[in-house]
């Protein structure tokens, strides 16, 4: 985590918004304001251990030179204060070795993602038409080594902080760990945009073009999107939070129907070039 804008910031924030005791996490779905309103219909979906506590943001030792912040839906049943930087830390390092699909899970089956090897793309482009990183690759997906070391120049969290657990749902579903639609609304207004204040983005990447843009819009902008520019699956907005203008990308989530296709960094490139 970047020292400038270190743990102590968030661990006061997250004091304060009583998500943590002390120095250790608590379970959300029992000490958010909001648990009561968030969890109603979803109490048999409660995490159990650490899956159960809010995450510090990860934050790369040169996210000041981009200001570029990612944001994913939730933690997809895991949790713990650490545990988005031991996740990013984990990507960079498998990334760097060739390997596309990260953290299968052979207990529940899951075949593993490509959340983060699309993250580290998007962005890696993006730093390159700012001057930012070097690469090569002027169309197509940009070398290992440049996406593996995006990270280290942005900040990347989630809108969702909790994780409901898909072994408890009553009705199976496409969307892993699905948050409810009142964690969308009370979690973007309650504590992603006083993270925000933190972190203070010039520019923000949303992954995931239906809940995830539209909370986003309405909870956290000041007044929605002033501007809207589209190349194929990418589409480039503009906004403000808190009278601060920043740019806004909103991408297909990797896990969703054509999310996962490569023509998708060279829609990103059009838009920034």
Known sequence: MNDQLGANNFLSLYSDLGVVVGPNG??????????????????????????????????????????????????????????INKLVLSAQGQILNGKKKLFPDKKTGYRGGIMHHRVGCYSAIYLQSKGIIQSEATKGMPTKKCISESFNYISFTNQIKCSPDDEKRKKPSKQRSKPTQEMWINCNKYILKKELSILLPKCVFIIGNSDNSEYFKNQILDSGYKHTQRSGAVTYQKGSIDNRDIDIFVFPHPASKGGNKLTIGDDLRRLVS
């Open 26 to 83: 608590v379970p959300l779905h029992e000490r958010c304001i909001h648990c009561q309103e968030c969890w109603t219909g979803a109490k048999h979906r409660f995490p159990s251990g650490p899956d159960s506590h809010i995450s510090y943001p990860w934050i790369g030792p040169e996210y000041l030179r981009s200001r570029l912040l990612v944001l994913g839906i939730n933690m997809n049943s895991h949790g713990g204060l650490n545990a």
